[in-house]
Nanobody, 115 residues
Framework: QVQLVESGGGLVQPGGSLRLTCAAS????????MGWYRQAPGKQREMVAIITNLNSRDYAESAKGRFTISRDNVQDTVSLQMNSLKPDDTAVYYCNGFKGSQSFWGQGTQVTVSS
C-alpha cells in the first residue's frame, strides 16, 4: 500500500503563495497518476491538478494560470505551487495516487487564505 504524506500548508494572505509537497513511500515512477484535490467546509472534494507519469497535466479551471503541479521521480514527491491565492482556495488539500486499480490518499494539509 502506498503511503502519501502532505506538507506545506498554512495561513497565507490573499495574493500570496504556498508550495505543497506530497512524499510517497515508494517510487512514484510506478504510479501512473498523481494529483492534488481539495475539500472546503460543506463542499465536496474536487480535483485541483493531476499529473501522469509522462508529465501530462490537467488543472481545474479555478487553478489554471495560478497553480503548477510537478513530480520528482528521484525524490518521489509531487508538488503543487500555488500563486495568487484567493480566500476561495481555503480548503484541506489532499494528495492522491492511482496505481493499478487502487487509489491512495494522504491525510491532508490545511490551506487558509485570509487577511
Amino acid at each position: 500500500q502506498v503511503q502519501l504524506v502532505e506538507s506545506g500548508g498554512g495561513l497565507v494572505q490573499p495574493g500570496g503563495s504556498l508550495r505543497l509537497t506530497c512524499a510517497a513511500s515508494e517510487s512514484i515512477s510506478s504510479i501512473y497518476l498523481m494529483g492534488w484535490y481539495r475539500q472546503a467546509p460543506g463542499k465536496q472534494r474536487e480535483m485541483v491538478a493531476i499529473i501522469t507519469n509522462l508529465n501530462s497535466r490537467d488543472y481545474a479551471e479555478s487553478a489554471k494560470g495560478r497553480f503548477t503541479i510537478s513530480r520528482d521521480n528521484v525524490q518521489d514527491t509531487v508538488s503543487l505551487q500555488m500563486n495568487s491565492l484567493k480566500p476561495d482556495d481555503t480548503a484541506v488539500y489532499y494528495c492522491n495516487g492511482f496505481k493499478g486499480s487502487q487509489s491512495f490518499w494522504g491525510q491532508g494539509t490545511q490551506v487558509t487564505v485570509s487577511s
